[in-house]
């Protein structure tokens, strides 16, 4: 069976009893919890959790996953294992309060002996140790031999998702790898012998603060197996690595490396070619996903990989480039089971062939390092520790390359660095994460008693008639909310309140659009409340309009009149669609590869990240620019409709970055070449967003670009102030606005010639200076003060002095003009650095006199401080360490 068939096999056997077929979800998750999604029931945990009410009972699917990062990392087994990797995909059946033990356990039983084949009398499973009703079932439904079911206890066999919530049992079937692997007695007693394939979560608790464990009303089901690990014993293959999913992309690495797999016996270079193959795989699948290195979550796990990569084929001996190859060999494995990577394969590409450059030249820099410390001794723990944090150099080729020199790493000191920077992380996320919680139970209560809120705001900004469901009290603070949320049954005058309505015009916050504000009124005029914000308390179904009561009092069940403030609404859609135009243009410009990763809307200017892996320059930004005028100049109509995801997928839509789709989406069509997925609200035609004007683009991090522009009236309030400025610099530079490039050039140009006949002049006077210094020197040795020169005179007479002594020392230190910033400069002679003499080791205890430092230099060292009134004594020490120094070379 291929990898293929599995796939198809799995998904149509579950299909034909009753399940939806699901595709797989982005590696990037909406949980915000999470570094990648990293298990199959990732995508549908608002289902679990009670967040959302899926619109489908079973589903099926085949889960991309990662595991590298955070709390699950399976980096560093990587290559060594057969159970580890950093991507895998999870194959997976789920019942949200549908089917149970019951249904789920004979089905396992049924897919993995019938359809796929596997010999029953080599299968064994785990049970939690209380779970009868299981063993019942295995035993007694499905035929299993008592002695082959093992009861284990919570730490194997009792899944949480965290520490208080849905909770079960589980049960985890084993394939006996057979006798030549190890002892019998079951997986309870070896795990190389017996091989988990799939887990099967019975999820039937609630648990408690403190640990009680309250039977859910809808039990559900969430299983997982491995495909890879499927995959092996389906194709009768020992490990992982000989599926037709491994072994292609090992194929890739032997052929991009010109090492040969399984060539040399008892060394690690089979180890580099799996982990070259595995994270080839990896960073195709994660790129593909829209997430580009740098040095933040995601990104810099997804770097961590791609180098980690580059190392391997480092430690083999390859200066060429590695990954490109193995993209290509990852989307011919894989493209035919995730098509976008294929239409994807040159961007991605692009993205890890330009992070491999620069981690090489990283490489080449590292080594350089490294080899002068090695020639001075042992490495220090915090010598590997700037290694690795600053350069990215990987601690365990520090340590093989020491070893290689006879030398060793206080691997120690290493790791008492790496500790003290996870803790200050630790420390910052605690921090991040200390801020009081929302009544999350409190917010359920209402969507269960009240269902989701209607959204009425895309044909109206007025709604008469909403019903007041509740009221939630906060303290007071702004919009921004205060602590101790509770349930109001009225709020008066003064007072600060989350208020949900049946049904609003008010758009929540989401997808980068921030929330609308306005107004909401009782039917009698009494009370009048102001709309400072609009959140979604539950994300998707459950709006919050956090309000001011302004008059009156507001209770639970009036009727209000709700009144967005249309102006603000209309100066926000003009952004939201100018950022989907801006994409377009930006794809046109810069490439398909450019991908949206985060935005903000809101009324006064737009906000868009994008990946690029290049700064943009200023002629793509002006071509950006007038793309996206001349687009939105025609006036084109814009289309927001909601169709199917299949569908919005047969019409090339492009999904937004971070924002959460269901099986109906809102397609934005906006002009004719602009077709994305979108909830937010827009225009009704292009022209209503008037001018577009790009105020600023620049990196935010690596291989990640940040443009902001604004729109409409505030577009044309910039051009207009824009112009005011060019026409003030017209008439002080007394030309024409056209002209002022031309003037300001030359006078540029006359600056510069100014500029050098100034440093020829102070370069005589110096040279004239420096020959009456030198006169008196004393056994090759200046020191004298100098005041009234800035730091860079100062250096310059020093180094006119130098080389009128010919061979000696130059001390000069002294005071600014402004009498206030003291500097020194210390400059010896070729001759006596070649001695032994330093000018850094001289100037060093001078300048700390003045409470500064200085640089390295030996020939030249240059320092300042903030004590003026230690110059003399500076001099005075400078001088003693210089005649040593002259002394003691002779």
């Not at 039990?219 to 890879?228: L, M, V």
């Amino acid at each position: 069976m291929t990898a293929d068939q599995l796939r198809r096999a799995f998904l149509d056997f579950f299909a034909q009893k009753g399940h939806t077929v699901v595709p797989s979800a982005s590696v990037v998750p909406i949980d915000k919890s999470l570094l990648f999604t990293n298990a199959g029931m990732v995508p549908f945990k608002p289902f679990f959790v009670g967040d959302e009410s899926p619109s489908f009972r079973r589903a099926v699917s085949v889960q991309k996953c990662v595991r590298a990062g955070g709390k699950h990392n399976d980096l560093d087994e990587v290559g060594r294992t057969n159970r580890h990797f950093t991507f895998f995909e999870m194959l997976g059946n789920f019942s949200f309060g549908d089917y149970f033990k019951t249904e789920a356990i004979p089905w396992a039983w049924e897919l993995i002996t019938t359809v796929f084949g596997l010999d029953p009398d080599r299968l064994w499973v785990t049970v939690h140790e209380n779970d009868d009703e299981a063993v019942a079932i295995w035993r007694d439904t499905v035929g299993l031999a008592p002695e082959r079911i093992q009861r284990l206890g919570d730490d194997t066999n009792f899944w949480r998702m965290a520490d208080t919530g849905p909770c079960g049992p589980n049960s985890e079937i084993f394939w006996d790898l057979g006798p030549d692997h190890g002892p019998g007695g079951g997986p309870a007693v070896n795990e190389d012998r017996f091989v988990e394939i799939w887990n099967l979560v019975f999820m039937q608790f609630d648990e408690r603060p403190g640990g009680e464990l309250v039977p859910l009303p809808a039990p559900s089901i969430d299983t997982g197996a491995g495909f890879e690990r499927c995959l092996a014993l389906l194709q009768g293959v020992e490990t992982v690595w000989d599926t037709d999913v491994m072994r292609p992309l090992i194929a890739a690495a032997e052929q991009v490396t010109g090492v040969v797999y399984g060539g040399f016996p008892g060394t690690d270079r089979d180890v580099s070619l799996r982990i070259l193959a595995e994270h080839g795989r990896t960073m195709t699948m994660v790129v593909g996903d829209g997430i580009v290195p740098s040095n933040e979550e995601r990104g810099y796990v997804l770097r961590r990989i791609i180098r980690r990569a580059v190392r391997h084929a480092y430690l083999l001996g390859v200066t060429d480039l590695v990954t490109p190859a193995l993209v290509d060999a990852t989307v011919s494995v894989m493209g035919g089971a995730y098509p976008e990577m294929a239409t994807q394969r040159d961007s991605i590409k692009r993205v890890v062939q330009r992070e491999e450059e620069r981690f090489r030249s990283t490489l080449a820099r590292g080594v350089e390092m490294l080899d002068k410390i090695v020639d001075r001794g042992d490495v220090a723990g915090d010598e590997a520790f700037f290694l690795h944090d600053t350069l990215g150099f990987p601690i365990d080729l520090t340590r093989e390359i020491a070893a290689e020199r006879g030398r060793v790493v206080d691997v120690e000191q290493f790791a008492a660095n790496m500790q003290e920077q996870r803790t200050r992380a630790r420390d910052a996320v605690k921090a991040d994460g200390s801020k009081a919680g929302a009544p999350v139970e409190l917010y359920r209560e209402l969507l269960d008693g009240n269902g989701t809120t209607e959204f009425t705001g895309r044909q109206e900004l007025v709604t008469e008639g909403a019903k007041v469901l509740a009221l939630v009290g906060r303290e007071s603070g702004g919009s921004d909310g205060g602590g101790g949320p509770e349930r109001l049954g009225c709020a008066p005058e003064g007072s600060d309140v989350d208020v949900f309505l049946d049904r609003t015009p008010f758009y929540a916050e989401s997808g980068g659009q921030v929330g609308d504000t306005g107004v909401l009124e009782t039917a009698d005029g009494g009370a009048l409340l102001t709309v400072l914000d609009t959140q979604y308390a539950l994300a998707g179904v459950l709006v919050m309009h956090r309000c001011r009561v302004e008059r009156g009092e507001i209770s639970e069940g009036d009727e209000v009149v709700a009144r967005v403030d249309g102006e603000r609404r209309d100066r926000i859609r003009r952004n939201h669609t100018a950022t989907h135009v801006l994409h377009w243009a930006l794809r046109e410009v810069l490439g398909a590869h450019v991908k949206q990763a985060g935005s903000h809307v809101g009324p006064d200017r737009m906000r868009f990240d994008f990946s690029h892996f290049e700064a943009v320059t200023p002629d793509e930004l002006d071509r950006v620019e007038r793309l996206a005028n001349e687009e939105i100049i025609t006036d084109a109509p814009v289309r927001h409709y909601e169709t199917s995801k299949e569908h919005a997928a047969e019409l090339g839509a492009i999904a937004f970055f971070g924002d959460k789709y269901g099986d109906v989406v809102r397609v934005l069509e906006a002009g004719e070449h602009s077709t994305e997925l979108c909830g937010g609200t827009h225009v009704h035609a292009l022209g209503f967003i008037g001018p577009v004007k790009i105020v600023n683009e620049g990196s935010i991090g690596s291989n990640l670009r940040r443009i902001e522009a604004v729109t409409g009236s505030a577009a044309l309030a910039r051009i207009h102030d824009e112009e005011l400025e060019l026409r003030k610099a017209a008439e002080l530079l007394h030309v024409a606005p056209a002209e002022i490039s031309e003037r300001v050039e030359k006078l540029l140009a006359q600056v510069k010639d100014l500029q050098t006949e100034i440093e020829t002049g102070r370069a005589r006077q110096a040279g004239a200076e420096a020959g009456e210094i030198a006169a008196t020197a004393i056994d090759r040795v200046v020191a004298v003060r100098r005041d009234g020169l800035e730091s860079e005179d100062l250096r310059r007479l020093a180094i006119a002095t130098r080389d009128a002594l010919g061979s000696g020392v130059v001390v000069l230190a002294g005071v600014g003009a402004d009498g206030a910033k003291p500097a020194i400069v210390v400059a010896v002679s070729k001759d006596l650095v070649d001695g032994g003499a330093s000018a850094a080791e001289i100037a060093k205890p001078a300048a700390k006199i003045l409470q500064g430092g200085t640089g390295k230099d030996p020939n030249l060292a240059v320092g300042g401080g903030k004590n003026p009134a230690g110059i003399d004594e500076a001099v005075d020490v400078a001088r003693k360490l210089a005649e040593e120094a002259v002394g003691s070379i002779g």
